[in-house]
């Protein structure tokens, strides 16, 4: 039996989606977001620090996380390193929304042979990974900040551009819309008074959707090398630097920033989903991401 042939009372009910589930996910992602702003107040240490002497010290009082290689602090690192991958995968994750929204708000409103195009274009970068396609996009504007940024936005606002392209065909046939252009409303009136603000919700929804994508996405490139700069302090680039020490046993160096993203990317999967199964199954359908 599949989602949609379930009762909604059911499918509120399952394990994760209910209001205890729900109630978790708020309070790990408002501590997290209050650990990551604070730290440099209530923890005010230099995250890129260097301290030979004190290399792969295992979890203490005095470093909970224990250290990595270089003497660096884990838990205070990773806070750091977890407020750099959100912002990057929010700030991502709204280029790609504002990309796939203009493109399938073209698409939507003129429609003719330009939907046909862009539809096209869509249905081609689709077909290729979007890692291998973010990877070539870094290397060719070299590892960077902004560089992963908008690799991550031009790979992930295909699903975006489809949501507003077959929600503004849909309003386009309905009877307000007709009733708004026979009172001689002019096409801009009508795409902004009458079509963004159905459009709207949809967007918010995918933006946050795409966030904890965003993250996984920053945090893969990272682990490569092939993301943020390595002197940056990212959930990805601690990943990466805590191989050389798995092989010593300071396991604490990658599992702890990797337990964190695992848990905080959770959350938000916890917090998006509910407020995805809000909504009609069609449009649950399309944001499948």
Excluded: K
């Excluded at 009372?9 to 309070?27: F, I, K, L, Y």
């Excluded at 806070?79 to 280029?95: D, K, M, P, T």
């Amino acid at each position: 039996m599949t989602d949609l042939a379930l009762p909604a009372r059911v499918r509120r009910s399952r394990p994760g989606t209910g209001r205890a589930g729900a109630v978790v996910a708020w309070a790990v992602l408002v501590g997290a977001g209050l650990a990551c702003l604070l730290a440099p107040v209530l923890w005010p240490l230099d995250e890129s620090a260097v301290d030979l002497a004190r290399t792969r010290l295992a979890p203490s009082w005095a470093h909970p996380a224990g250290t990595d290689d270089l003497g660096r602090d884990v838990a205070h690192r990773s806070l750091y390193g977890l407020r750099v991958s959100l912002l990057v995968g929010a700030v991502a994750a709204i280029v790609a929304t504002v990309i796939g929204g203009l493109v399938g708000a073209v698409a939507g409103t003129l429609g003719g042979w330009v939907d046909r195009v862009l539809m096209r274009v869509v249905d081609t970068i689709a077909a290729l990974p979007h890692l291998l396609l973010g990877i070539f996009i870094v290397a060719m504007l070299r590892p960077s900040l902004g560089a992963v940024i908008l690799s991550i936005g031009l790979t992930h606002w295909l699903s975006t551009a489809r949501i507003v392209r077959s929600e503004l065909l849909s309003l386009r046939t309905r009877p307000f819309i007709d009733a708004a252009i026979s009172g001689g409303a002019s096409r801009p009136r009508v795409i902004l008074r009458h079509l963004l603000p159905h459009v709207l919700p949809r967007l918010a929804l995918a933006t946050t959707l795409m966030v904890p994508h965003a993250v996984w996405h920053e945090t893969a490139l990272s682990f490569l090398g092939l993301g943020l700069p390595p002197h940056l302090a990212s959930v990805g680039n601690m990943i990466n630097d805590g191989q050389r020490s798995l092989l010593t046993g300071a396991w604490w160096a990658s599992i702890v920033p990797g337990l964190l993203l695992v848990v905080v990317t959770l959350a938000l999967a916890v917090l998006t989903g509910r407020w995805r199964d809000r909504l009609d199954p069609r449009v649950r359908a399309e944001l499948n991401l």
